[in-house]
């Protein structure tokens, strides 16, 4: 009896076979070789060693998953929903700066990157890790201001700081190059600075390129703000004084703005009276030291040099204590040596009466010419004022026609828009039945006769 061997059971591999090109294909069509060829074609183009064994897909295969859906209960409102969701954000944003995750978003909806910042050590300060933990913080910042104006009882976190509000006015230089917007800005000596931030309550400053000379030290201003054109920095701790200070500043940056002549004639109002050759009338009536009324400031006891001893001047003609005796008026003529020796020698002896020296008799002359001075100088200043003024109100008007230009231009846009409209309407769309109206219930009139008075037939 002869014992036959049975093959072995060989294991079918649950891998698919790699096609070496060993196996041979029959096809019955030139169309399904051509295919064949195009596969095998594709394969060793994109060929690499990195491809060996691999079971995972590339990054363009991943499937696109959406966020989950959230099951809110029934019976909320959409104020109580929106701050639900704000909450669970906290919650998120927290715990993913807490353990240093960023949120990147997809490639296909990212917005372009900002051109590179570099710092003065050649490093990138604006790279797409730092815009993106940035921008995380803000919104954390955000959050946590309107739960804790929101819901009562929240407490943010101890390392929570709050942001200050920021806002950049870029000025345009660009537009007017030679227009001194710097100099309008901080005023003579800071003055106009100190009384803008002192109004809104809030931080103002300049910044970007041209505001800090070559090797200066520039330590108030980061690197992205040192590339940026020249702005107004403004920070403050409110969103009502940032607005606020946008709303001072924003007249002085706009040379046909109807208060921009004001604050540019206040800038040099003030600019005259730091120099000392301010030519407004003067409140002598009051102290220019402490701001009291009743005394001179020469007189004032809050004066820091008042335990310094004065000197006791004393004219020796006219008794007046604002000048010597050889520099009176009434010195005219006469010798006046002798009453300086015998003043200084003793004081406290009285002067010899000296017969009083008559005044020179007045030039007419002299006096024409003054009052032809005075006259000069004062319809000079009246001219100015008058020039100050017209300019003033052409510029009004000048401003005021091109809002009425802006105006009607964005009225011709909306007309121009809603005919084109309404021609598509009759164009494409179906037509609207319209009800006929009623005649009117008036008697019809006859028709007027002719020149002759005869009636026309009806």
Known sequence: MSTETKPERRRHTRWGRIDNGKSLIIHNSTKSFLGELKMLASRAYNYSDDDLGSRWGTEEDKPFLPPPYVDLPPGLTPSQIDQFLREQRHDELARKITSGELEYVDPEIRPPSPPPVYDKNGSRVNTRDVRVKNSMNEEY?????????????????????????????????????????????IGPRGCNHKRLEAESGAQISLRGRGTVKDGKNRDHQTEEDAAMPMHVHIS?????????????????????????????RIGLEQLALVNGVALGVVDIGRCSICGGSGHRAHECQDMPIQNIPRVEVKCALCGDMGHITSD?????????????????????????????????????????????????????????????????????????QQQAQAQAQAQSQ?????????????????????????????????????????????
């Open 141 to 185: 910042n955000r959050l946590v201001e309107y739960l804790l104006k929101n819901l009562p009882g929240f407490v943010a976190s101890a390392d929570y700081k709050p942001l200050k509000k920021v806002r950049k006015i870029i000025i345009p230089m660009d537009k007017y190059p030679d227009y001194n917007f710097m100099g309008l800005v």
């Open 328 to 400: 009176c008026k009434l010195a005219k003529g006469i010798n006046v040596s002798h009453l300086v020796a015998q003043q200084y020698q003793d004081p406290s002896r009285p002067v010899k009466e000296v017969k009083a020296v008559q005044p020179a008799p007045t030039d007419p002359e002299s006096v024409q010419k003054l009052q032809q001075y005075q006259m000069a100088y004062y319809q000079q200043q009246y001219q100015t004022l008058q020039y100050q003024q017209y300019y003033n109100q052409m510029q009004q008007y000048y401003y005021q």
């Open 236 to 264: 403050a701790d409110k969103e009502e004084c940032v607005q606020r200070a946008v709303e001072l500043i924003e007249p002085l940056l706009d040379p046909f703005h109807p208060k921009h002549e004001e604050f540019k």
């Open 414 to 458: 909306a007309q121009a828009q809603l005919q084109a409209q309404t021609q598509y309407q009759y164009q494409y769309q179906a037509p609207q039945y319209v009800q006929p109206q009623e005649p009117a219930d008036d008697p019809v009139q006859p028709p007027p006769p002719d020149d002759d008075g005869v009636m026309p037939p009806s």
